[in-house]
């Protein structure tokens, strides 16, 4: 099997599998009970807390866990939205972020009356920072903006665009999505006030994730019922889940450089191998991208049927964010970054790990020659 799709999912970690095998076996008390059994599994759980805020350089207070980014989004998003919405009703976000962060201001405007803006990017995916900086207002509350697009893998600048914020009004809180870069380049947390992360994309479980949320921001939980997580996300704790986060934050963290100049040497030589075919046209740029994701259309093609034609090989890839699979229409990122029509609609994901071989994008690369020789162009 050829795995790459590595931004969709990862692979469980064997020692994260075997560690919460047996949390689950001992350790299923409800954490909040009073009695010893009740109590140790309560450290565990606060000890994980407490290493995931070390290895983030925050404070352990400032760690929420949750069921996953999409939660994280949501409670980050709505919960500074509806908190500080006595200030003004005006939320920015940009027009390529990730379905969990995109329906969510959607559901704001829709649903909550909120007023919000969708910054353009250019061809090449990239923010236009002046317009940010133009569209923040007084009564601006919030600017959500991730920092790995999780399609064409852009890297947005979170330096400067916590600096146009902070300038353009001091009050105005900065979440940012960073599933797409725990684990793969660095994170600096007190550029935001708000950061989401996933624990299934650095190797982790299903079901697990992490909202960063400082001290000095506010929120109105999502999930009202008891003192959990701060009083933030109520209902009795997945202590054993949570407890495996900062074991997984571990070691998707060792040897990360490493790690990322391995990638990045396969994703050059994939992009050079494909810019030599006919029809092939790169949708990540060079630049400023993360090297785990490489993004290119074959034009003429239907992209379904050369995902399914790599399939029959044991090799698996994507045609868009895996969250949007099932829709018809064209990738809200590239549409939004204008591509001609012909390119958006044959867009194919590749994500690389540094579990992924040389052999492995090799032998991609001659299933994918073979397959664009021998199936006929869409008319």
Do not use: W
């Amino acid at each position: 099997m050829i795995y790459l799709d590595y931004v969709s999912t990862t692979p469980l970690n064997k020692e994260v599998k075997n560690m919460y095998q047996s949390l689950l076996n001992d350790y299923f008390a409800n954490a909040d009970s009073l009695y010893s059994l009740g109590l140790q599994t309560s450290s565990l759980m606060e000890k994980s807390r407490s290493l995931t805020a070390q290895m983030l350089g925050v404070k352990p207070t400032e760690i929420i866990f949750t069921s996953g980014a999409s939660e994280s989004n949501n409670a980050a998003i709505k919960g500074c939205a509806f908190q500080y919405q006595n200030r003004g009703k005006h939320l920015i976000t940009s027009a390529i972020e990730h379905s969990s962060v995109h329906n969510t201001f959607i559901q704001l405007r829709d649903v909550f009356g909120f007023d919000v803006d969708f910054i353009s990017v250019n061809e090449q995916g990239m923010l236009d920072l002046q317009e940010l900086e133009d569209k923040i207002r007084e009564d601006t509350i919030l600017v959500s903006i991730m920092y790995v697009n999780n399609e064409i893998g852009i890297i947005n600048p979170i330096h400067k665009i916590r600096e146009i914020v902070s300038q353009k009004n001091k009050k105005t809180k900065l979440h940012v999505d960073m599933v797409q870069a725990l684990g793969k380049i660095p994170v600096d947390l007190s550029l935001v006030d708000l950061a989401s992360f996933s624990a299934h994309k650095i190797y982790g479980l299903k079901g697990s994730g992490v909202l960063y949320k400082n001290e000095s921001t506010s929120l109105v939980p999502l999930i009202s019922a008891g003192q959990q997580e701060y009083g933030i996300r109520g209902g009795t704790s997945n202590t054993a889940t949570h407890t495996m986060f900062a074991k997984t934050l571990r070691l998707a963290l060792e040897n990360q450089n490493q790690k990322y100049q391995y990638v990045q040497s396969l994703n050059h030589y994939v992009r050079k191998v494909l810019m030599t075919l006919d029809d092939v046209v790169m949708n990540t740029p060079e630049m400023n991208s993360s090297p785990y994701i490489l993004n290119f259309s074959c034009i003429g093609y239907k992209p379904e049927v050369i995902l399914h034609a790599l399939e029959a090989q044991e090799c698996y890839v994507s045609t868009k964010s895996t969250c949007s699979s099932h829709k018809n229409d064209v990738s809200r990122t590239l549409a939004a970054m204008h591509l001609p029509d012909a390119v958006a609609r044959s867009a194919i994901r590749m994500s690389f790990s540094d579990l992924t071989t040389q052999n492995e994008v090799e032998e991609f690369l001659f299933h994918l020659k073979t397959i664009l020789k021998t199936i006929k162009k869409q008319r």
